[in-house]
C-alpha cells in the first residue's frame, strides 16, 4: 500500500485507532530559552539502566532546538492540560514562559534540562543515542531524575483529546 496521499491519510488514520498518553518534550535553545512541543511517541526503552525514546519529524519546525540537545525534559500531561497540548502541537509555537519551566539540579553535574512546573509525570533526560529511520529521528535517553503525582492522563485517540482515569 505504498501509494498516493490519499493512502498517506488513510495510513495515519489507521495510526491514529491506538491511543496514547500526551507529552511535552523541552530543551533549551541557545539564548532563546526553553522551548517545548507535544508529542505522543514517548516510550520507555529499559528500566535498567533507565531510558526513554521519543520521535521527531524531520520536517518540525523545532527540529533545530531538540535534535541536537544533549539534554530534554518529558511531561506527561494531566487530563487539565488539553490546551498546554494543543499549544506547543501547534506550527510556529512560541517558547515556553520562564513561569512554566523550573530546571532540577543533578548531583554532580549542574542544571538538568527544562520540566513543565506542573504535569502528571516529569523526566530530566540525557541523549544517549540518535538514529534516522524513514522521515523520523528516533532519541533515546538516560532518565537522570523523575518524579510523578496522582490525576488523571491526558490521552490522544483518533484525532481527539481524552482521559486516562486513575484507577
Same mark, same amino acid.
Given at each position: 500500500?505504498?501509494?498516493?496521499?490519499?493512502?498517506?491519510?488513510?495510513?495515519?488514520?489507521?495510526?491514529?485507532?491506538?491511543?496514547?498518553?500526551?507529552?511535552?518534550?523541552?530543551?533549551?535553545?541557545?539564548?532563546?530559552?526553553?522551548?517545548?512541543?507535544?508529542?505522543?511517541?514517548?516510550?520507555?526503552?529499559?528500566?535498567?539502566?533507565?531510558?526513554?525514546?521519543?520521535?521527531? %519529524? +524531520?520536517?518540525?519546525?523545532?527540529?533545530? &532546538?531538540? *535534535?541536537?540537545?544533549?539534554?530534554? @525534559?518529558?511531561?506527561?500531561?494531566?487530563?487539565?492540560?488539553?490546551?498546554?497540548?494543543?499549544?506547543?502541537?501547534?506550527?510556529?509555537?512560541?517558547?515556553?514562559?520562564?513561569?512554566?519551566?523550573?530546571?532540577?539540579?543533578?548531583?554532580?553535574?549542574?542544571?538538568?534540562?527544562?520540566?513543565?512546573?506542573?504535569?502528571?509525570?516529569?523526566?530530566?533526560?540525557?541523549?544517549?543515542?540518535?538514529?534516522?529511520?524513514? %522521515? +523520523?529521528?528516533?532519541?533515546?535517553?538516560? &532518565?537522570? *531524575?523523575?518524579?510523578?503525582?496522582? @490525576?488523571?492522563?491526558?490521552?490522544?485517540?483518533?484525532?481527539?483529546?481524552?482521559?486516562?482515569?486513575?484507577?
Amino acid at each position: 500500500m505504498d501509494g498516493g496521499i490519499d493512502q498517506v491519510l488513510a495510513y495515519r488514520r489507521a495510526l491514529g485507532s491506538f491511543a496514547t498518553g500526551v507529552a511535552l518534550i523541552t530543551a533549551e535553545a541557545a539564548e532563546a530559552g526553553a522551548w517545548a512541543i507535544t508529542v505522543n511517541s514517548f516510550v520507555s526503552v529499559s528500566l535498567t539502566p533507565r531510558l526513554v525514546m521519543w520521535s521527531l %519529524d +524531520h520536517k518540525s519546525d523545532r527540529y533545530a &532546538v531538540f *535534535a541536537g540537545a544533549p539534554d530534554w @525534559g518529558v511531561s506527561v500531561l494531566r487530563v487539565d492540560q488539553e490546551a498546554q497540548s494543543s499549544r506547543f502541537a501547534a506550527h510556529g509555537a512560541l517558547p515556553a514562559e520562564e513561569h512554566e519551566i523550573e530546571r532540577w539540579a543533578r548531583t554532580g553535574a549542574g542544571v538538568g534540562a527544562p520540566l513543565m512546573r506542573t504535569a502528571l509525570a516529569r523526566f530530566d533526560c540525557h541523549t544517549v543515542a540518535r538514529h534516522h529511520v524513514g %522521515d +523520523h529521528i528516533l532519541i533515546v535517553g538516560q &532518565v537522570m *531524575a523523575y518524579d510523578a503525582h496522582p @490525576g488523571d492522563g491526558l490521552t490522544y485517540f483518533r484525532g481527539r483529546y481524552g482521559v486516562a482515569p486513575t484507577p
